[in-house]
């Protein structure tokens, strides 16, 4: 293009295309006649019917919020809800440690260590030292390995051993082991846990009769590992019922296993631990946290129903009002309180629905939270209705 000429329309009365000899029309004077556009003659570019290259479509069926399957969440991760924020990561994305583990877990493998140690030394003072004989004429130092704490421990790797052994073939041999085609919903939910906390091997899963205990567990044998949910517990995944409730409990339990709850070696390092009566429950609250996190991470729209059931059962949980119930971690309030939860193996149900909700810091593991400000709870204009309509269909007997 010439660099003179002006890129402006032209301007009226000198019709672009007229470059010929013909004589000039004369323009209409009248200014409100429409003007026949320049573009109208034959030389235009017609309007196209339909674009040449459509906008990309999904070739996914569109879905609306609140639908999406566990799991099957939009590009972008799943959708939070609005109350929570996307707390509970570490960095590349894992589900965070509870800041206290750790510290405890050491502090509970040097106690175990000291007490393997002094096993150890009971059995050759036994073994090796001249007996020491009372004046009744009882062998003191021969006793001392028959105390069952002692015997306890010096057999500890061997019992841990066969503990597990017998609890995984009892699974094994009774439990309803989940499959492409037994409990596919289950399945799928343990497979997709796994992967999104980048285990190499996704556990297996069995339900198992709960004969009406709402309950679930993590363990291992060897270098197997699974989970087990018992069926009072499972029957709260049906389609029609609460499966982001389900995804969380399979997401806390398959977490335990991904942070190396369940390693044969980390138990035989907390071997003492029900022995020490605040430090072992402690450990094993901040591992609970840290489960939940992991559950969470999966599921975090099934954290609230999971709590609910946990609080009230597999018919009732619709009833509960999650935030009514976690604000009472803050009210409620004394020595027993804090005993009740300090003896606790699993945080009490209203500081871990808390901390479910309050993603912004870790839960709490010995004293109660408080409200972020003064006057907060209950909240301006009272708690909403917690009954919503029934999920769940009479049970036949
Ligand atoms: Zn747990």
Not at 116 to 132: H, R, S, T
Request: charged content about 15%; aromatic content about 10%.
């Amino acid at each position: 293009m010439h660099p003179h000429e002006p890129h402006s329309p032209p301007p009226t009365g000198s019709s672009p295309e007229h470059t010929g000899g013909q004589p000039e029309p004369t323009p209409s004077l009248d200014k409100g006649a429409p003007q026949p556009s320049p573009w109208a003659s034959s030389g235009g570019y017609p309007a196209p019917e339909q674009p040449a290259f459509p906008p990309p479509t999904s070739p996914y069926p569109p879905v609306a919020p609140n639908q999406y399957a566990p799991g099957h969440y939009p590009p972008g991760g799943p959708p939070m809800p609005p109350q929570h924020r996307p707390r509970g990561l570490m960095p590349w994305d894992r589900p965070a440690r509870h800041p206290w583990e750790i510290p405890l877990l050491v502090v509970v493998i040097m106690m175990t260590s000291v007490a393997y140690l002094l096993a150890v030394l009971f059995m050759l003072i036994a073994l090796f030292a001249d007996p020491i004989v009372d004046e009744h004429g009882v062998e003191q130092t021969g006793s001392l390995i028959s105390s069952p704490y002692v015997l306890l421990l010096l057999f500890a790797p061997v019992l841990l051993w066969a503990g597990r052994g017998l609890n995984f073939a009892t699974q094994r041999v009774n439990g309803v082991r989940m499959s492409p085609t037994q409990f596919p919903e289950g399945y799928r939910m343990v497979q997709e846990a796994a992967a999104r906390f980048g285990m190499h091997r996704a556990p297996d899963a069995y339900v198992v009769l709960g004969n009406g205990q709402i309950n679930a567990f993590a363990a291992g044998h060897g270098f197997r590992r699974y989970v087990a949910v018992y069926s009072d517990l499972f029957e709260i995944g049906g389609a029609a019922r609460e499966p982001d409730a389900l995804a969380f409990i399979i997401g806390h339990e398959v977490g335990h296993i991904a942070a190396g709850h369940v390693s044969y070696w980390r138990q035989l390092g907390m071997f003492v631990a029900p022995w020490l009566p605040l430090l072992g429950a402690s450990l094993i609250r901040a591992q609970e946290y840290t489960a939940d996190n992991h559950g969470y991470c999966f599921s975090p729209r099934g954290a609230s129903g999971a709590m609910a059931t946990l609080a009230a059962g597999k018919y009732l949980n619709t009833d509960v009002g999650v935030d009514e119930m976690a604000d009472r971690a803050a009210i409620e309030k004394g020595g027993f309180i804090w005993l009740v939860n300090a003896m606790a193996s699993h945080p009490v149900l209203t500081w871990r629905m808390w901390a479910l909700r309050d993603r912004s810091r870790p839960g709490p593991m010995f004293w109660r939270p408080s409200p972020p400000h003064p006057g907060m709870i209950p909240p301006p204009g009272g708690y909403p209705l917690a009954t919503t309509p029934r999920a769940l269909p009479p049970k036949p007997v």
